[in-house]
């Protein structure tokens, strides 16, 4: 079976606060065109795919009829994240265990840290979304505000931020599993260990928050999967970079050509 992990869409009613950044059919068809492409049996949500702190949620279902019908008709996997734990609906996770035992997890990866992690956390988190609307209401506000949005996410982008914490979490579940997809972080990563006999892998799969599409394709049977990232700035990427990594610590590096508009990333397990 090979499966779409996309993450962080934080769908809300494009107000002030709202950063999905895809209108509703240009998004169906990013998602459709990755299917149609590789093959994709499976859809999974992987968590915050909407962002009931930033807005009510009939408010967002009232705005977003066409996307949340779409993600019903093709029976896409809903993992709950910090953003949607309180919807009450969807997956605290979703494992496959595959042929031959290997065992894939996939979890949104808030735990990881207090804020978002526990109940406290997630309350003092919707206080500060409500105080924010309040102050958003001044231009000065507004424009500080989405100073910091493109600071922060340009700084995740170059992986500057704590992500000692989050692979420690990965760490904890590879004890258990082969292969941990995780998202949370804004960030595409992938990190290869070799431990308790095996050869296993954290992905994580980044954000399609921004108008940007970046996901994870894996075959759960071989255990060959591919990041996928979409620049929404440039439509016309010419190549990708393939890394096939034929065991642990070594990478060698090709270039192919494909479809316009993806900058992918080949992984083979060993």
């Known amino acids: 079976m090979k499966i779409l992990v996309i993450s962080d869409l934080h769908i809300s009613t494009e107000n002030q606060l709202g950063i999905f950044g895809w209108k509703a059919d240009d998004f169906i068809s990013e998602i459709d065109r990755a299917v149609k492409r590789f093959g994709i049996d499976k859809v999974i949500l992987n968590g915050d795919t909407f962002d009931i702190y930033r807005n009510k949620l009939r408010e967002i279902v009232a705005c977003n009829r066409r996307?949340?019908?779409?993600?019903?008709?093709?029976?896409?996997?809903?993992?709950?994240?910090?953003?949607?734990?309180?919807?009450?609906?969807?997956?605290?996770?979703?494992?496959?265990?595959?042929?031959?035992?290997?065992?894939?997890?996939?979890?949104?990866?808030?735990?990881?840290?207090?804020?978002?992690?526990?109940?406290?956390?997630?309350?003092?988190?919707?206080?500060?979304?409500?105080?924010?609307?309040?102050?958003?209401?001044?231009?000065?506000?507004?424009?500080?505000?989405?100073?910091?949005?493109?600071?922060?996410?340009?700084?995740?982008?170059?992986?500057?931020?704590?992500?000692?914490?989050?692979?420690?979490?990965?760490?904890?579940?590879?004890?258990?599993?082969?292969?941990?997809?995780?998202?949370?972080?804004?960030?595409?990563?992938?990190?290869?260990?070799y431990f308790h006999r095996g050869n296993k892998y954290y992905i994580n799969s980044g954000s399609c928050s921004f108008g940007r599409f970046q996901a994870v394709v894996l075959d759960t049977e071989s255990l060959h999967f591919e990041t996928l990232c979409f620049d929404p700035h440039n439509r016309t990427v010419p190549a990708a970079v393939r890394h096939f990594v034929s065991s642990p610590g070594r990478a060698a590096i090709g270039a192919g050509i494909v479809e316009p508009a993806y900058q992918t990333a080949v992984y083979k397990s060993a």
């Open 67 to 193: 996307l949340i019908d779409y993600f019903k008709a093709i029976d896409a996997v809903f993992v709950k994240g910090n953003h949607d734990e309180a919807l009450g609906r969807g997956r605290e996770c979703y494992s496959i265990r595959n042929s031959v035992n290997k065992s894939i997890h996939i979890e949104h990866g808030h735990k990881a840290d207090f804020i978002n992690g526990t109940r406290t956390g997630r309350l003092l988190s919707r206080y500060f979304f409500i105080l924010l609307k309040l102050l958003l209401r001044r231009p000065v506000i507004q424009t500080l505000y989405n100073s910091f949005l493109d600071f922060d996410e340009g700084f995740r982008g170059k992986g500057k931020y704590d992500c000692f914490k989050y692979h420690r979490y990965a760490m904890k579940l590879l004890r258990k599993h082969d292969v941990v997809i995780l998202g949370h972080t804004h960030k595409i990563e992938v990190h290869n260990t």
